[in-house]
T-cell receptor, first 113, second 113 residues
Framework: GNSVTQMEGPVTLSEEAFLTINCTYT??????LFWYVQYPGEGLQLLLKATKADDKGSNKGFEATYRKETTSFHLEKGSVQVSDSAVYFCALMANQAGTALIFGKGTTLSVSS | DTAVSQTPKYLVTQMGNDKSIKCEQN?????MYWYKQDSKKFLKIMFS???????INETVPNRFSPKSPDKAHLNLHINSLELGDSAVYFC????????????FGQGTRLTVV
C-alpha cells in the first residue's frame, strides 16, 4: 500500500540555520506530494506541493523537489526563523479518484534565537 | 470567510456519552474527510464522503458514524465514548477528481474523562 516515511524529530536548530527534513514515499503510479505545517494549537496548512516528477514546490522560503528516482520529497529552508517552529508533515495523494491524503508521522521543528 | 469550519473546538465529556462534531466547508468542494490525530501527532484518515456518498471507511469502530446532509457538511457522531477516543479530530475538504490538496479545519480536541 501507499505510505510516507519522514525523519523523526524533534529537530532543534538555531535561528538562521539550514533545515532539511527528509521524506520518502511508497506508492503505485505517480502520486501528488505535499508538505503541510501545523503551528501549535492550530490546524494543518498547506506549505507546498508538487504534482509530477522533477516539480519543485516552494513557499515562504521552503522548497521541496519531487524526485521519482529516489521516491523522495525532502523539505529544505536555507535560514530558519523562530516563527518556523511547528510540526511538519509530508503527505501523498494517490493519482486516482476517491483517495485521501496519507501522512507521514510528522517532524517537530524547534528554532531558538 | 472561514473555508472549513468545525465545532466545537474543544469537547470534554465523560465515558459512555454520545457526542457530535460538526463540519462545514464553503469552498464548493465535492469531497470531505475526517482525520484523527493521536497524542503523537499521527494523522489517520477515518472517513471520506463525496457528494453525500461514503467512499472511504477505514478500520474505525462502528461507534463512529459520519453523516453528510449535503456536500457542504460532514458531521461525526460518536456513541459510547471511551478514554481511547481522546484525540484531535480534523475535518477537511477537497476536489476528488483533481486529487489536489485538502483544506483542513482548525480541529476539535476531544477529551474523554
Amino acid at each position: 500500500g501507499n505510505s510516507v516515511t519522514q525523519m523523526e524529530g524533534p529537530v532543534t536548530l538555531s535561528e538562521e540555520a539550514f533545515l532539511t527534513i527528509n521524506c520518502t514515499y511508497t506508492a503505485t503510479g505517480y502520486p501528488s506530494l505535499f508538505w503541510y505545517v501545523q503551528y501549535p494549537g492550530e490546524g494543518l496548512q498547506l506549505l507546498l506541493k508538487a504534482t509530477k516528477a522533477d516539480d519543485k514546490g516552494s513557499n515562504k522560503g521552503f522548497e521541496a523537489t519531487y524526485r521519482k528516482e529516489t521516491t523522495s520529497f525532502h523539505l529544505e529552508k536555507g535560514s530558519v526563523q523562530v516563527s518556523d517552529s511547528a510540526v511538519y508533515f509530508c503527505a501523498l495523494m494517490a493519482n486516482q479518484a476517491g483517495t485521501a491524503l496519507i501522512f507521514g508521522k510528522g517532524t517537530t521543528l524547534s528554532v531558538s534565537s | 470567510d472561514t473555508a472549513v469550519s468545525q465545532t466545537p473546538k474543544y469537547l470534554v465529556t465523560q465515558m459512555g456519552n454520545d457526542k457530535s462534531i460538526k463540519c462545514e466547508q464553503n469552498l464548493g468542494h465535492d469531497t470531505m474527510y475526517w482525520y484523527k490525530q493521536d497524542s503523537k501527532k499521527f494523522l489517520k484518515i477515518m472517513f471520506s464522503y463525496n457528494n453525500k456518498e461514503l467512499i472511504i471507511n477505514e478500520t474505525v469502530p462502528n461507534r463512529f458514524s459520519p453523516k453528510s446532509p449535503d456536500k457542504a457538511h460532514l458531521n461525526l457522531h460518536i456513541n459510547s465514548l471511551e478514554l481511547g477516543d481522546s484525540a484531535v479530530y480534523f475535518c477537511a475538504s477537497g476536489d476528488r477528481f483533481a486529487n489536489t490538496e485538502a483544506f483542513f479545519g482548525q480541529g476539535t480536541r476531544l477529551t474523554v474523562v
